[in-house]
């Protein structure tokens, strides 16, 4: 009785323990749960710009030069003792009345009967005569063999229209040298119209502290260009010793 009656209680703790672990399963709604792998990846997001747009460059690289790198020198260098600028002097009508055509192409015909000189020309040209030169035009075609007076009458010129009319730009430049030794210079008288240089007129002297050097020329210009001449600058060049 008692084998039997233990049968028992064992038979029913064991349908009990089972009973106890079964979950039955549930018939309510569930939510679905989706898992991502950890190895999964986002492809990148290209991005065009819109059709007109322009693309943004890039910076350029800043570039470090190192010290020790070698530096090329400036071929022109103002030399520390360039003379002393003491006068510059642009006088324009160095005539009150305008000479005639036809007297300047006696002067000077390589000037006047060139078809490219002058300021307006797509490539400017000009020239400038010595004072020599200039002197001996007043001795040839003047009465006081002087500035304003009297031009001479050329025969040939008779008759002749006066067009186009002609003058002269007188540049004067006086320099006190300070180089210590005597030097040879490149004087360069540059003169400008519109700011640019259209013409540079050089010459090479051999400076001298204590002697001052004077340099005079002039400029055959037409009436209607005389004015296109704004300025004139004077560089210097140290020839080497």
């Known amino acids: 009785m008692k084998k039997r009656s233990l049968f028992l209680v064992f038979f029913v703790i ?10 039955p399963e549930s018939t309510g709604n569930t939510i679905p749960v989706t898992t991502i792998p950890a190895t999964h990846s986002i492809p990148p997001l290209t ?13 350029e690289p800043t570039i470090m030069v190192p010290d020790n790198f070698p530096v090329t020198e400036q071929t022109t260098r103002i030399a520390s003792d360039n003379p002393y600028l003491e006068n510059l002097q642009i006088r324009k009508r160095t005539f009150e009345d305008s000479i005639p ?13 060139d078809p490219q000189y002058g300021i307006q020309h797509p490539q400017p040209k000009i020239s400038a005569i010595s004072l020599d030169e200039y002197e001996k035009f007043l001795r040839e075609y003047t009465a006081g063999k002087a500035e304003n007076t009297r031009l ?36 360069s008288q540059d003169v400008r119209s519109k700011g640019i240089i259209i013409a540079q007129f050089k010459t090479t ?26 300025n004139v600058g004077v560089t210097f060049t140290r020839l080497p010793d």
């Open 14 to 23: 064991g349908i009990a323990t089972i009973s106890g672990c079964t979950q």
């Open 47 to 59: 991005v065009s710009p819109p059709q007109g747009s322009s693309a943004i460059a890039a910076a």
């Open 101 to 113: 055509d036809c007297t300047m192409q006696e002067a000077f015909p390589a000037i006047v009967n």
């Open 152 to 187: 001479l009458t050329i025969s040939r010129c008779i008759g002749t229209s006066p067009e186009p009319l002609w003058n002269f730009i007188e540049l004067q430049v006086i320099l006190d040298p300070t180089n210590i030794r005597p030097s040879n210079y490149t004087i």
């Open 205 to 230: 002297r051999t400076l001298v502290i204590d002697h001052q050097v004077k340099l005079v020329s002039y400029i055959p210009l037409k009436m209607d260009e005389l004015d296109l001449v704004d």
